[in-house]
């Protein structure tokens, strides 16, 4: 690993550095300045209302498209500054899935978000955080509340996901039924709290649905990451309403051009395993009898005693890949 004197030297020619002293070599270094992004810094501090008593907002950030440049181009040496143009060199690495370059910008957030949500956020390890102690200081005084007409069903076909929107009357009641018991969950805690117990115990029956607060740093890799799978549509509606304000709001704001690859590359791209991939190249031949043995092979359109298929994610998932590549599933003729 490279020393930090290592590392100056090796952005300097080899004639210059094998006679000079560390502190001639340090004064022939540019003196860099800190990156910065105007359209970001009007947006600092500026909470974003998410659900209906959470929001996100921007508490500082390090780096910028220009950054993830300068570190992936540290690692090619002297001389090969102008070797790409900065879009074409981040496409490239997003393309190639070159990491390390986007570890080097940082950004933290500041959020308030319900606990049950906040328990698949906290999933995303490759992050700093600090929350809001309830053991120190009483808990906030909000719960996500449902409305009557955001009830949803559970998924038939996704054992952890949602189906359809449960009619308004039946949740006109479930929200009426929640309210109580949020209000009924706070007076207990409350005099709990009147009562001298212990903040640590008082709070053990609060519901999942309080709010709490968080400070969230992370580099932008593992943002990316993160956005990648809780923008998706598959993911729980509460916590891709967070994901999607990052994304909308201050993403563009901040790394304009990573993230327009990110999207060509990662959000709005398909991925093809073998098997997809064979399926298509018989398809494209007019070859439809090719592309069903192909999937009959692959174990993907066992039927059952009546002729139908049986359920499938993975054939699922490959309808909707070929419908988006223009192509028709010959087994859904």
């Given at each position: 690993?490279?020393?930090?004197?290592?590392?100056v030297e090796?952005?300097?020619?080899?004639?210059?550095?094998?006679?000079?002293?560390?502190?001639?070599?340090?004064?022939?270094?540019?003196r860099?300045?800190?990156?910065?992004?105007?359209?970001?810094?009007?947006?600092?501090?500026?909470?974003?209302?998410?659900?209906d008593?959470?929001?996100?907002?921007?508490l500082?950030?390090?780096?910028?498209?220009?950054?993830?440049?300068?570190?992936a181009?540290?690692s090619?040496?002297?001389?090969?500054?102008?070797?790409?143009e900065?879009k074409?060199?981040?496409r490239?690495?997003m393309?190639?899935?070159?990491?390390?370059?986007?570890?080097?910008?940082?950004?933290?957030?500041?959020?308030?978000?319900?606990?049950?949500?906040?328990?698949?956020?906290?999933?995303?390890?490759?992050?700093?955080?600090?929350?809001?102690?309830?053991?120190?200081?009483?808990?906030?005084?909000?719960?996500?509340?449902?409305?009557?007409d955001?009830?949803?069903?559970?998924?038939?076909?996704?054992?952890?996901?949602?189906?359809?929107?449960?009619?308004?009357?039946?949740?006109?009641?479930l929200?009426?039924?929640?309210?109580?018991?949020?209000?009924?969950?706070?007076?207990?805690?409350?005099?709990?709290?009147?009562?001298?117990?212990?903040?640590?115990?008082?709070?053990?029956?609060?519901?999942?649905?309080?709010?709490?607060?968080?400070?969230?740093?992370?580099?932008?890799?593992?943002?990316?990451?993160f956005?990648?799978?809780?923008?998706?549509?598959?993911?729980?509606?509460e916590?891709?309403?967070?994901?999607?304000?990052?994304?909308?709001?201050?993403?563009?704001?901040w790394?304009?051009?990573?993230?327009?690859?990110?999207?060509?590359?990662?959000?709005?791209?398909?991925?093809?395993?073998?098997?997809?991939?064979?399926?298509?190249?018989?398809?494209?031949?007019?070859?439809?009898?090719?592309?069903?043995?192909?999937?009959?092979q692959?174990?993907?359109l066992?039927?059952r005693?009546?002729?139908?298929?049986?359920?499938?994610?993975?054939?699922?998932?490959?309808?909707?890949?070929?419908?988006?590549?223009?192509?028709?599933?010959p087994?859904c003729?």
């Open positions: 690993m490279k020393t930090p004197h290592e590392s090796s952005t300097l020619p080899r004639t210059e550095t094998a006679h000079q002293s560390p502190s001639a070599m340090l004064s022939t270094v540019d860099l300045a800190r990156p910065g992004v105007p359209t970001l810094d009007a947006i600092l501090g500026h909470p974003f209302r998410v659900l008593d959470g929001f996100i907002r921007l500082d950030y390090m780096g910028n498209d220009a950054a993830v440049v300068q570190a181009r540290i090619y040496g002297t001389g090969t500054k102008r070797v790409h900065d074409n060199l981040i490239y690495l393309r190639h899935s070159h990491t390390t370059p986007f570890e080097m910008c940082e950004i933290k957030f500041h959020v308030r978000v319900p606990m049950d949500t906040w328990r698949q956020w906290i999933r995303h390890r490759t992050a700093n955080v600090n929350e809001y102690s309830t053991r120190y200081s009483l808990a906030i005084d909000a719960a996500q509340r449902t409305a009557p955001q009830w949803r069903t559970q998924s038939s076909v996704n054992r952890q996901g949602s189906g359809d929107r449960i009619p308004e009357p039946t949740g006109q009641a929200s009426s039924a929640e309210q109580n018991i949020q209000k009924k969950m706070r007076q207990v805690y409350q005099d709990r709290i009147s009562a001298g117990v212990a903040r640590e115990q008082a709070r053990k029956d609060l519901p999942l649905s309080t709010y709490t607060e968080a400070y969230w740093k992370i580099d932008l890799h593992n943002l990316l990451h956005l990648r799978l809780r923008m998706d549509e598959h993911a729980q509606n916590i891709r309403s967070y994901a999607t304000v990052i994304g909308t709001e201050i993403m563009p704001k790394v304009p051009i990573i993230w327009e690859a990110f999207l060509d590359y990662q959000i709005d791209a398909i991925q093809l395993s073998r098997t997809e991939l064979d399926i298509v190249h018989a398809l494209i031949a007019n070859d439809p009898q090719r592309a069903t043995a192909i999937a009959a692959r174990n993907l066992k039927r005693s009546d002729g139908n298929l049986t359920r499938n994610r993975e054939r699922t998932e490959l309808d909707v890949k070929l419908r988006l590549l223009g192509l028709t599933p087994w003729q």
